[in-house]
């Protein structure tokens, strides 16, 4: 099976952002908020159920159900087990094996960062196309650092609504 890596990192309070300055708190209580309610951070998402929560581990297992057409042309259900690593890093692995952690960098809030890095499985490249040179993988990774970049941005500005709105 194929895995494709990639990741995507973003200054969280550039000069001239719009909205609060967030810190490494609020970031990672964004980063849980989304692990609950990842229909607000992820406009795919039509709903989630938590299926298990221990808060001892910071272990959550949850399914997620994807919009019709929002992937692949069907609706897609997926479990994850997401795991709170405070106060920097959550990570998601779905049933698949595909793995992304949700990562805070920096010490002050005008040096914080997030970065968002990704193994995507692909069963569906083989043979040549599972070499990066393939169309098939190159067409893949290009959608992925697509939704990278989008996910990162996204669930910046969401938090940051959240921040403001006083949910966080």
Partial sequence: MTTIHLAHTAPVNPPGTAGPILTQEQLFKGFQHKIRR???????IAKAEILSEDTATGVIKRRVTFKEGAVGGQPLEVVEVCRELPPH??????????????????????????????????????????????????AAEAEHKRLAKFSVESSLATTRKLVAGGAI
């Fill in 38 to 44: 990842p229909s607000e951070f992820v406009a795919a």
């Fill in 89 to 138: 890093r959550v990570d998601f692995e779905l049933e698949n094996g595909s793995q992304v952690w949700n990562i805070i960098g920096g010490d002050t809030p005008e040096n914080l960062f997030v970065t968002y890095a990704f193994a995507w499985k692909h069963p569906e490249l083989m043979g040549d196309d599972t070499q990066p040179t393939s169309a098939a993988y190159r």
